[in-house]
């Protein structure tokens, strides 16, 4: 059977696929092929290449097993995989298991003690997640995770083959974690994970049927699919909700359905007072969309079609100090590794960068760079800097590397740094205060709309964690200079964005 045949599978991939966006299971079988971006970004091979590497790793481990994953094509594989179970052998690497149109590669099957086979498969992160990572404690299991490994399971009772109804993850730190795929998925959301898995698998089949065609749809998830481009194009074309900040897809379908505002243009004179009365009446009109999303969608959709400029809501102050520090991290978050702490430091008219830095992934570089950048910050003159940040971020970084060197600094000195008044989130002032003709509030948004270029011709921080990891490999030192020269800009845009927020807000 040939690959075009193939594709037309319902395999776990699209599962994924669909939690993370509807929409891309659709374009993926019936969207405008010559739209879609065919090379595959670095940071997503880099995850690719590093799942991997961390499969081999743990397989290398498991001892003897029956290993199918070079056994021929699909089917194939699926008819050795079958004598295998036949067999009664106890780990199976990269069988296939095929029922009509479902496809499924689980990393193993292994027969437990009873002689039912449970699908194990090997994840390169955690799993679960909102896990304690003091005490490896807590955190809920992973939608798609849970629903990857109900796909395998239902797939052996639809082959008759004896499983065990559970299926484990083996995660980043080579942990097993059992799934019980007949728990309830959350405190809010009653449903079991069967209930969850067969809702979900019947919406898919019903895209990749053609059956129905959803919506793109902008958010921030949106930058490394291969279908960005297309879509950004699509939503602008189209005046589309979620081109407007802060309107995601649920809230865009709420609004269409039971508004009847498909565009941004229908925005501009929705009635809030009206709709909210309504809302008092009926508990389940436009459920989820509460006041200050129905106005933030008329303001915002009144400022991206008509006004088009930039506003502050009210005057913003910062801190008059002799010196302003501008600052942004570099970190690999697959890897909870944090590289480079950047500064762009303003002292009236002198103005300089610096750049703490760890070399090697190592533990012992983490933490002199880190213990290098409190130094730095000791330094300065008490109660006379301010310090400038963009997001939370930073914050919630340094609280976890506080936990991991509490020799470098104290947990009360990091909380003390980030309440002073003068260390200061600057996307909180944006997106309180201020809006813009913008879809997107990133730093890199609105720095380039302020006028501010970055000198790398792609800047991405996921890009960045990709020419680390390359640094690490190579020891190239024009990859690091390439990295301190983004991580240099992100600083000096942090720069512009202030001064652009202080001189917007003089006339309020």
Known sequence: MGERNRMQYITATKLYDYLQCPHKVWRDAHGPQEEKI???NPFVQMLWDRGIAHEKEIVA?????????????????????????????DLIYQGILIHEDHLGIPDLLQKMPDGKYVPVDIKSGMAKEGIDNENGSGGKLKDHYALQLCFYVDLLKRLDISNTGKGVIIDARGNRE?????????????????????QCINNVKVLLANEDRNKPAMSGKCKLCPWYNSCKTWCKENGDLTCLFYVGRSQRDKMEQELGVSEISNAIDLDVGEILAQKKKDKNFLKGVGKSTLEKTVRRARIMSQTKKPVAHKK????????ELFFDIEDDPTQEFVYMHGVWERKGEKERFLHFTAKEKISEAEEKAWADFWQYIRSLPKDDFAVYYYSSHEKTTYRKMQKLYPDVVSAEEV?????????????????????????SYSLKDIAQYLGFSWRDETPSGALSIEWFNKYLETGDEKILERILLYNEDDCKATMVLKDGIEKLSKDV
């Open 178 to 198: 059992e799934y019980d795929l007949d728990s309830l998925r959350g405190i809010q959301d009653r449903r079991t994970w069967w209930e969850f898995f067969d």
């Open 61 to 89: 481990r498991l001892g003897e097993l029956r290993d199918l994953k070079e056994a021929g094509s699909h089917e194939e594989r699926f008819k050795k995989t079958l004598q295998a179970i036949k067999d009664g052998v």
């Open 38 to 40: 065919k090379e595959v």
């Open 415 to 439: 909380e003390d740094f980030f309440a002073n008044p003068n260390v200061i989130d600057l996307y909180r002032i944006v997106s309180k205060f201020t809006d813009w003709p913008l879809g």
């Open 316 to 323: 913003i102050e910062f801190p008059e100090v002799s010196v």
